[in-house]
């Protein structure tokens, strides 16, 4: 069984229908599915549409807009560079590619094992202690260095066995 | 005694290490049979001491930075319990020059209460603000605001009680207050320090311009990448329903406002007021025509005040200290204080409050002391990845939106990038171009298409690929962005663009004569 039929779809229903009557409801709806799955699955298109009162088109139309939402399940652990000016003042590039090698992915691209992501983001808010990435939803690193990172993914890696 | 640590939780002291360093202490203190307590405070906004300790002392708070948990031990032995001296001591924090010399009023208590204390909040000069509006009412308050010469602190600089008086004069039953807390510009972060440190701030500011303006009913729009401040804003509007400082019939003033944060999803455009009520409707991101102004028609079609944070923010000590108090503040049309965030290649960055009229320079060097690196500083970024590179041959110029105007400039929201001369002009150039491809909304051609062209032809320029017929191209693309973008995305994206051309013509190849041909 693919992880894309395990999904728990009494969870999702519970979520929709928490926020059948919240004004604008649609991306609470969303964030409230992917807090849950990690993801918003395409069968869950569906029901988010009936719920809501929407089209399936508006609501792909959504989620397709938004960079946060993703519609496959993500990797264990997602690294999250940011690639804006403060950190590239501080040598982000050279990050990037540093953590592009480590890994082994490139952006947007999960490792075979499902065990790490990588993924962009511009700004963390943390500029003043750039350069700066975030470990899965809230887990900020500033300063960071490649032997800094290079610890982190082995710490990472331990936690997994 | 029990002696009071303070160790931040905010979450740049966060990802340097503040709660290893916090656990280590306690753990420490243990150890050594001394009664402590911690409290996790905001940040006090030396970002380059984080994690930033400090102990409560009869003479004051002392101050030991950067700290890292094998510090610890080392700081016992210095009895920096009763705060001793110790190689990462700064004495007074008060007299660190950096916070010394600054005029925190938006920013008075952050960092030095503990965030989520309503208790804390209130014997530090909290709520005066709004009992001060309750009975001065709504057209007082609006009338406050105005005279205070506050303007928008999310960008555009508008005129706050204009806004104020705009919504308050639409008639309708319903209308709504949404402070955008999007907060993406790169080198920015004052909404966060603010909903992190000093959450019921921002609170009563939207209180009291929910009275104002005649809304019962508060958003905060926030962006997804500040999961910290939402823990904090959703803990910290919980205790102020509790006690009764919102909800129905606030303090029995009669007045009712309720509010709720709602997360955005990382488009940068939604950063856009009415980009943000789009999506705040549970919509695709996309930029509304104007007018309607939000302020006849918003959010689901009513009358909505939309305020940045730092705007709402400073709402509160203007009511409680009159407008003249914050108006004296300032220079030129520019009044009161600007958090400014000295941020990227700087030696000491970090968060400085300080009246309008503070010289760039003055902020770069005598703030930061230059760059990081030891290198040169070659050039800022002001004002988020839409605002221009600034040369060194123009730091004197003064922090006012009118003078930046002149040389074609912005101060955003008070973001400063400091790039020593390592930097390739060309690149920043070429990454103003890619992040608005990335971020457009696609609505219109100029910024959608415009930009992944723009891309192209900097890639051509830097390859020396007919350089001179490219650059003049870009002139030209740049032109067309400005006249044809519905919004400020695609209208000043030329910003960073062309400042880099214009002032550092020779990352692109090009003598500074090149430059100035190919643009006749
Ligand atoms: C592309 C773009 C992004 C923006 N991002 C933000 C933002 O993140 N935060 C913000 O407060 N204002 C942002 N603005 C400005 C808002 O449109 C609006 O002017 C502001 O929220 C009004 O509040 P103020 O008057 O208190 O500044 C942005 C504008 C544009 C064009
Ligand atoms: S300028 Fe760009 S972001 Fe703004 S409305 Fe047009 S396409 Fe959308
Ligand atoms: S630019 Fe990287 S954290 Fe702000």
Redesign the interface.
Known sequence: MTAQQDWDRQAVQKVIEHHQHTPGGLLPVLHGIQDILGYVPDEAVEAIADGLNLSRAEVHGVISFYHYFRTSPPAKHTVHVCRAEACQSMKANDLVVHIKNRLGLDFHEVSESGMFGLEPIYCLGNCSCAPAIMIDRDEIHGRMTEDKFDSLVARLQGEGK | MTIKIYVPQD??S???GANEVAVEIEQEAHRRNEKITIVRNGSRGL??L?PLVEVETPDGRVAYGPVEPSDVAGLFDAGFVSGGKHVLGHGLTENIPFLAKQERLTFARVGITSPLSIEDYIDHEGYRGLERAISLGSEGIVAEIGASGLRGRGGAAGRTGKKWQEVRASVSDVKYVVCNAD???????S??MIMEGDPFVLIEGMTIAGIGVGAAQGYIYLR?????AFDVLNAAIKIAYEKGYLGNNIRGSGFSFDLEV???????ICGEQTSLLE???????LVRYRPPQPAVSG??GKPTLVNNVISLATVPIILDKGSAYYKDYGMGRSRGTLPI??????KQ??LIERAFGVTLREIIFEYGLGT?SGRSVRAV?VGG?LGAYIPESQFDVPLDYEKFSDISAVLGHG?I????DT?DMAQ?AR?AME?CA??SCGKCTPCRIGSQRGVEVIDKIIANNSRPRQIHLLRDLCTTMIDGSLCAMGGMTPFPVLSALNHFPEDFGAAAGDAKVANL
Do not use: C
Request: avoid cysteine; charged fraction near 25%; aromatic fraction near 14%.
């Open positions: 979450s740049a966060l990802s340097v970002l380059w984080e907060e993406g510009d790169s080198g920015t972060y909404d966060r997804s990448e500040y999961p910290h709602r997360r955005a999803a990382g488009a940068y999506s705040l409707e549970g919509k695709r991101g959010f689901m965030q000295l941020t990227g290649n700087v960055g970090g990081k970024q990845p973001g990038v400091v790039f020593d930097v920043q990454y992040f990335i971020e």
